[in-house]
């Protein structure tokens, strides 16, 4: 039986991914479709750690950008993250897997405070861990979140899932066609060219604990397993130069 490359990771989902073909919300075609490849991926083992973005409920930066106090949106952004983790616990429960939602912004009434031994343990008993509310800082993003959790919990990689895109290109694909896809990147070389992979923070905070990214996309069905087992998708980013 072949076995997974990975044995601990953090899944990256933008809030972009949540929302699937739609502008803003969730889409929940798309939320079944990563619960069900979640507990797929189970099956090998693998502790499971997630990072949620909001972005398909708010965005902070837009917010900010038109006059709102800083430190105000980015807090609204991180409660809108704490909506899709709960979205996703119950998408994973509805099919029988054990979850947990921590927050880095305490709201007992709904998750866990975001406590590193606790969500080691949680992993260490094959439960999938949700992490949201960002790093419960205003002026951080969620891919620093992500990057910050990975490091913490010593993960050996982030799998950045996106939405309408499948990997990292040199120009957004999507709006030009002769966009050239990398297949694999050094974090020196992101934060050089201005790639927009993750922010230059979260860049960082990966190229020093040594944490391997993937980017790939959330197009096709059963690509979190794909990546997990180790087949080649999307772009992969390392610390050393390519």
Request: charge should be neutral; hydrophobic fraction near 45%; include cysteine.
């Amino acid at each position: 039986m072949t076995l997974p490359v990975y044995k601990r990771i953090v899944l990256k989902l933008s809030g972009e991914a949540l929302a699937g073909e739609t502008s803003s919300g969730i889409d929940y075609v798309v939320l079944k479709s990563i619960a069900e490849q979640l507990k797929e991926v189970k099956k090998y083992n693998v502790e499971i750690a997630v990072v949620v973005g909001g972005g398909n409920i708010w965005r902070g930066a837009k917010a900010w950008e038109r006059g709102m106090d800083r430190a105000t949106a980015d807090y609204m952004g991180m409660l809108a993250t704490v909506i899709n983790a709960l979205a996703l616990q119950d998408a994973l429960e509805s099919i029988d897997v054990d979850t947990r939602v921590q927050t880095a912004v305490e709201m007992q009434q709904v998750a866990e405070p975001y406590i590193r031994r606790r969500a080691i343990r949680h992993l260490e008993k094959g439960r999938v861990v949700i992490f949201a509310g960002g790093t419960g800082n205003p002026y951080f993003s969620t891919d620093t979140a992500a990057a910050l959790r990975a490091a913490e919990i010593e993960a050996e990689v982030i799998l950045l899932a996106k939405g309408k895109v499948d990997a990292v290109y040199d120009m957004d694909p999507l709006l030009n066609t002769e966009a050239k896809k990398f297949t694999e990147l050094s974090y020196i070389d992101v934060i050089k060219w201005g790639l927009g992979v993750m922010d230059s923070t979260a860049a960082s905070l990966c190229m020093d604990n040594k944490i391997t990214l993937v980017v790939f996309g959330l197009n096709r069905s059963g690509n979190i397993k794909r990546v997990i087992m180790g087949e080649k998708l999307g772009t992969i980013v390392r610390g050393e130069t390519i």
